[in-house]
């Protein structure tokens, strides 16, 4: 079991560019979640998907898309990075209490 | 949308001392959680508290909550080196899935 992992690890962009986030679980959860973590402000979800093929917004969904792909794949898209979008992000899973988290991806956008 | 606060935000502790982190919330919710994140590191579960009066121990540690108050807390016993981190709660509503973490408590233990 790899658990939850995310690519890439480390990323940086300029201002305007897009990308696309990966995340994959192979523990056959349903839900799973997009979080942003920024110095001094804990974890901040962006959206999370109950089950396949559903998605929902969370606190801070401006500027980010998801897809669900499939039971095992969420991905989160920027598609016009801007330097607010500088952070952590963590991908999370669960699969009825509480939640594992992925390793994460550093963005800088510059 | 729930609130969650949590104090201190830092917290430098003596090895063998005891303290608490609390964590309050803003509307009703029956459940909680607390995670541990070490520098750099992703996030990992700790306690996961599902009732009114609910108190879980690992080791040190020990959570518990206290839902007429909205308050749970984590109480660190004789504390040593190896609890150094940073440690999250954080609550959802009843209903759906969503979390909302506090700012965390970075804790240093010092020898």
């Known amino acids: 079991n790899a658990g939850v992992t995310q690519t890439p690890k480390f990323q940086v962009l300029k201002t305007g560019q897009s990308m696309t986030l990966q995340c994959a679980q192979d523990?056959?959860?349903?839900?799973m979640y997009w979080y942003r973590q920024d110095p001094g402000m804990g974890l901040r979800l962006i959206y999370y998907?109950?089950?396949?093929?559903?998605?929902d917004k969370g606190e801070v969904p401006n500027g980010y898309n998801v897809s669900r792909l499939n039971k095992r794949e969420f991905s989160l898209r920027l598609e016009s990075a801007a330097p607010s979008q500088t952070s952590v992000y963590f991908c999370?899973?669960?699969?009825?209490?509480?939640?594992?988290f992925g390793p994460g991806t550093r963005l800088l956008v510059l | 949308e729930l609130k969650v606060e949590q104090n201190p935000l830092f917290l430098s502790m003596q090895e063998g001392k005891n303290y608490t982190i609390y964590c309050n919330y803003s509307?009703?919710?029956?459940?909680l959680y607390w995670y541990r994140q070490d520098p750099g590191k992703s996030l990992e579960s700790l306690f996961v508290?599902?009732?009114?009066?609910a108190v879980k121990q690992e080791g040190r540690l020990m959570a518990s909550l206290d839902t007429k108050a909205r308050l749970s807390t984590l109480h660190i016993t004789a504390a040593v080196h190896d609890l150094s981190a940073t440690y999250f709660c954080?609550?959802?509503?009843?209903?759906?899935?969503?979390?909302?973490f506090g700012t965390g408590t970075s804790l240093t233990v010092i020898p």
């Open positions: 998907s109950a089950s396949e093929g559903t998605t």
């Open positions: 954080a609550g959802g509503p009843n209903t759906g899935n969503q979390f909302y």
């Open positions: 523990m056959n959860h349903n839900s």
């Open positions: 999370a899973s669960r699969p009825g209490k509480t939640q594992y």
């Open positions: 508290l599902l009732s009114n009066g």
């Open positions: 509307t009703t919710s029956d459940r």
